[in-house]
């Protein structure tokens, strides 16, 4: 069933419509509505604390999932209240091992952050969300979150990984540094994007509405006693203004088109927020895999 429940008197006959700003009564809540979003699209009193400082949903309410127990590698090994931490290969590291999220991310709006130990080497760790059919362990070193179409992942080495295709997309992480990453998926707008330490990467993949099956976040890591925790999970409603604009913005790509339809600036200014105009993120030659690849803690994951 939809987390959304349309009432049908706030109907509209077409999109632009749906999308137009109302006048709101002043409600002397804290926060207010932003992004054009009505304010019975969200429940902010089931949220207990507020959002973390960089957190791009700050209106959404809490999420309390966790990791599954029965979709894991058995080199994993949940810790912590709620089973939240994340622990890879206790021991040492003959391979790869990763764990799913039990939250289904479809048609709804997700943010989740990780705390990520210093021990951040080795092959790959991996960071983003998967179906059901993505591989949670191999027996070789390699990057296996986005290894074929049912996994869309980022490594630690600033890679994008889908259906084995590799893609450039930020710099490497630091080697035994501790550091913070913030995954946001926009099942409206089909978009996964990936934040570092409070800073947005950009959008990374594109197209996950039209994925059928159920999605779900998933970790995965080559080095061994790497630890991921559970810092942040939010979530957010999604309003029929949101689902039209999703519609509209499928036809409109760039901030020049948007511009020639001659919208009123509110409307403008609301669908401009999901225009993303950077530049095409580049593959992977065979050097640079070779290069990434090439690691002296590799031997010793």
Not at 98 to 120: A, D, P
Request: glycine letters at 8%; charged letters at 25%.
């Amino acid at each position: 069933m939809s987390d959304v429940e349309v009432d049908p008197q706030q109907a509209h006959p077409h999109p632009i419509a749906a999308i137009a700003p109302r006048r709101r009564r002043p409600t002397g809540r804290r926060g207010g509505v932003t992004g054009g979003l009505s304010s019975g699209s969200l429940d902010a009193s089931s949220s207990t604390s507020p959002p973390p400082r960089f957190c791009p949903l700050p209106n959404g309410v809490e999420d309390n999932w966790t990791w599954s127990k029965r979709h894991r590698s058995k080199e994993v090994v949940l810790r912590g209240p709620n089973s939240r931490t994340v622990h890879f290969h206790p021991n040492w590291s003959k391979g790869t091992a990763g764990v799913q999220g039990k939250r289904s991310l479809n048609n709804g709006r997700h943010y989740w952050e990780l705390h990520v130990s210093q021990r951040v080497f080795g092959t790959s760790i991996m960071f983003g969300i998967g179906t059901k059919s993505a591989r949670l362990h191999a027996n070789a070193f390699r990057n296996m979150l986005g290894e074929n179409e049912h996994g869309w992942g980022l490594s630690h080495k600033g890679v994008l990984w889908h259906e084995g295709v590799a893609l450039l997309y930020t710099k490497r992480f630091r080697e035994n540094q501790p550091t913070q990453i913030g995954v946001l998926f926009d099942g409206i707008e089909g978009t996964l994007t990936f934040y570092k330490d409070g800073k947005c990467l950009g959008v990374a993949f594109r197209g996950l509405d039209q994925i059928d099956e159920p999605l779900y976040p998933i970790v995965c890591s080559t080095a061994a006693k790497t630890e991921m925790t559970l810092k942040c999970t939010r979530r957010e409603f999604v309003n029929l203004q949101d689902r039209c604009r999703a519609v509209i913005m499928r036809r409109v790509r760039s901030a020049a088109q948007l511009e020639k339809l001659k919208l009123p600036l509110p409307i403008a200014d609301y669908l401009s927020e999901v225009i993303d105009e950077k530049k095409p993120l580049r593959q992977v030659n065979q050097l640079e895999m070779c290069i990434m690849n090439y690691d002296l803690y590799e031997a010793r994951e």
